[in-house]
C-alpha cells in the first residue's frame, strides 16, 4: 500500500537552530510532493511543492526540500529556526497515477522551538 | 489561492444523529475533497467530490455513512450519519486549484461524538 512515512512525531529545537524532517514515500511512479504546516490554532498552509525540475524547492519562511529520487525521499529544512516556527508539518504524497486529487499524508512532526 | 469556510466549526452531538458539514470556496474549483483528521493522527481522504458526478469514496468509507453533495462548483456538504464516538474527528474541506493544481484546506469542523 501507499504510504509516507515522516521520521521525527516530535522535534524540540532552540531558536537559531537547523532543522531537518524527513519524509520518505512508497511508491515506484511519478509523484508531486508537498509539505504543509499548520500553526496552534491555524488550519493547514502549504509550504513548499515539488513537481518536477531541481529538485531543490524553497518555500515561503526559509523553508527548502530536496527531492532524492533514488532514496523515495523529501526532507525539510532550514537553516535557522525561529519560535514563531513552532507548528506541526505534514509532509504529503500525490501519486500521479491516481490524478491530481489523492494526497497521502504522512503522520506529521510537531516541532516546538524553544527561545 | 483560495479561501474556504466551513461550518460548522465545531459541534457536539449525539450518538445516532447525523450532521452536515457545509464547505464553501470563493472560487470555482472542479474538484473538492473531504479529509478525517482523527485525535492525534494524520489526515485521511473519505472521497473525493466533482460537481456532476457522484462522489468517489476511499476504502473504508461508504456513501450511507458519509453521504456528500456537490451541487455547484463553489459548494459541498458532507453528512456523517448515525454517529458513534468513533467519529469524533476534525472535518477537512479541500479543493484542488484549476490553475495551480495546489490543494488548499479549509479550517476544519470538530465534531465530538458524545
Known amino acids: 500500500a501507499q504510504s509516507v512515512s515522516q521520521h521525527n512525531h516530535h522535534v524540540i529545537l532552540s531558536e537559531a537552530a537547523s532543522l531537518e524532517l524527513g519524509c520518505n514515500y512508497s511508491?515506484?511512479?511519478?509523484?508531486?510532493l508537498f509539505w504543509y504546516v499548520q500553526y496552534p490554532g491555524q488550519h493547514l498552509q502549504l509550504l513548499l511543492k515539488y513537481f518536477s525540475g531541481d529538485p531543490l524547492v524553497k518555500g515561503i519562511k526559509g523553508f527548502e526540500a530536496e527531492f532524492i529520487k533514488s532514496k523515495f525521499s523529501f526532507n525539510l529544512r532550514k537553516p535557522s529556526v525561529q519560535w514563531s516556527d513552532t507548528a506541526e508539518y505534514f509532509c504529503a504524497v500525490n501519486p500521479l497515477s491516481g490524478g491530481y486529487n489523492k494526497l497521502i499524508f504522512g503522520a506529521g512532526t510537531r516541532l516546538a522551538v524553544h527561545p | 489561492s483560495a479561501v474556504i469556510s466551513q461550518k460548522p466549526s465545531r459541534d457536539i452531538c449525539q450518538r445516532g444523529t447525523s450532521l452536515t458539514i457545509q464547505c464553501q470556496v470563493d472560487s470555482q474549483v472542479t474538484m473538492m475533497f473531504w479529509y478525517r483528521q482523527q485525535p492525534g493522527q494524520s489526515l485521511t481522504l473519505i472521497a473525493t467530490a466533482n460537481q456532476g458526478s457522484e462522489a468517489t469514496y476511499e476504502s473504508g468509507f461508504v456513501i450511507d455513512k458519509f453521504p456528500i453533495s456537490r451541487p455547484n462548483l463553489t459548494f459541498s456538504t458532507l453528512t456523517v450519519s448515525n454517529m458513534s464516538p468513533e467519529d469524533s474527528s476534525i472535518y477537512l474541506c479541500?479543493?484542488?486549484?484549476?490553475?495551480?493544481?495546489?490543494?488548499?484546506f479549509g479550517p476544519g469542523t470538530r465534531l465530538t461524538v458524545t
Open positions: 479541500s479543493v484542488l486549484s484549476d490553475i495551480s493544481y495546489e490543494q488548499y
Open positions: 511508491y515506484g511512479g511519478t509523484v508531486n
